[in-house]
């Protein structure tokens, strides 16, 4: 993606003072992407969704498949989003937008989730992988994984990796949670889980904010 003279590509590689290679770009943000939207999605709504769906129709390759199918749509629809944010504000505004918009993440990381019983029953009619696709895909708007891949997908410039990655971590973290249920959720410490995701969503706000990526320049 071509930038504007003065822009450049937000990033925080240049701490070791020299420029990173493009493979080290392509995997920080797809790594980044899938890890912290693979915590964030550990105990959120949408989860919770997929261990309902699960414990319902006792089918889990429909299910997954549903939910893979909405995933890609509901975050390629917020990686455009955030690609669109990236050419249309300036860098200062980005900074401030970015910044503020990682710590909003990680205060709600925080703040558990729920779903309301009528959430499921929406489109039970279309057979075990359509109600997936559009219980999951309205689920999923406005949540905080589809919030974090707009955000991410304006940090990298690269929405095509973004929401490969998010994709990836929404699937590591609901997979499991068809095939085993609540089991899972049971075992799997989620306080300490969304501390993490809540603190690397911070420190993104932080390196942001401060302009640490250009601190030695």
Known sequence: MAYPPGRR???????AGYPRRPFEAVME??????GVVGLAEIGDKTQLLAFILAARFKRPLPI?????????????????????????????VMRWVLGTSFIAMAIWTLIPD???????????HLGVFGATLVTFFLAEMGDKTQIATVALAAHYANPWLVVAGTTLGMLLADVPAVFIGDKFAAKMPMKLVHSIAAGIFAVMGLLALLKIDTLFK
Do not use: F, M, P, Y
């Open 114 to 124: 729920k779903i309301e019983e009528e959430e499921t029953q929406v489109a039970k």
């Open 64 to 92: 997954i498949a549903g939910i893979l199918c909405a995933t890609l749509v509901n975050h390629g629809l917020a990686g455009a989003l955030g690609a669109w944010i990236t050419s249309a504000v300036s860098a200062d």
């Open 29 to 34: 943000a797809l790594l980044i992407s899938t």
């Open 9 to 15: 590509r937000r990033h925080w590689g240049d701490l």
